[in-house]
């Protein structure tokens, strides 16, 4: 069991760059898969990205080249470097922690907006 906090998002123009924290509280974080999803009103929630706790990311094709997942194990935190934004990107963005063996679908943060538009 673990608990999210999200931050860093906000409005920014198309072409810009945000970067997302998610902050853990709980043990064994070094564990956890981590992940990072998003939902654009009247869309279902979709992944962006993901982590695992042997470092190996997956992003989605929408994505690649733009983001960047990492973690810091010591600090407890996932971040997610967005750049250039485009205005599809707009969404709520989630950080999701899940075990690997966990057939649940883990623990979710309140999520952040990120808007990008002119």
């Known amino acids: 069991q673990v608990q999210l906090v999200e931050s860093g998002g906000g409005l920014v123009q198309p072409g810009g760059s945000l970067r997302l924290s998610c902050a853990a509280s709980?043990?064994?974080?070094?564990?956890?898969?981590m992940g990072w999803y998003r939902q654009a009103p009247g869309n279902q929630r979709e992944l962006v990205a993901t982590?695992?706790?042997?470092?190996?990311?997956i992003y989605t094709d929408s994505v690649k080249g733009r983001f960047t997942i990492s973690r810091d194990n010591a600090k407890n935190m996932v971040y997610l470097q967005m750049n250039s934004l485009e205005p599809k990107d707009t969404a709520v963005y989630y950080c999701?922690?899940?075990?690997?063996?966990?057939?649940?679908?883990?623990?979710w943060g309140q999520g952040t907006q990120v808007t990008v538009s002119l």
């Open positions: 999701n922690a899940k075990r690997p063996w966990d057939p649940s679908g883990g623990s």
């Open positions: 709980g043990s064994f974080f070094s564990l956890y898969d």
């Open positions: 982590i695992t706790s042997s470092d190996s990311p």
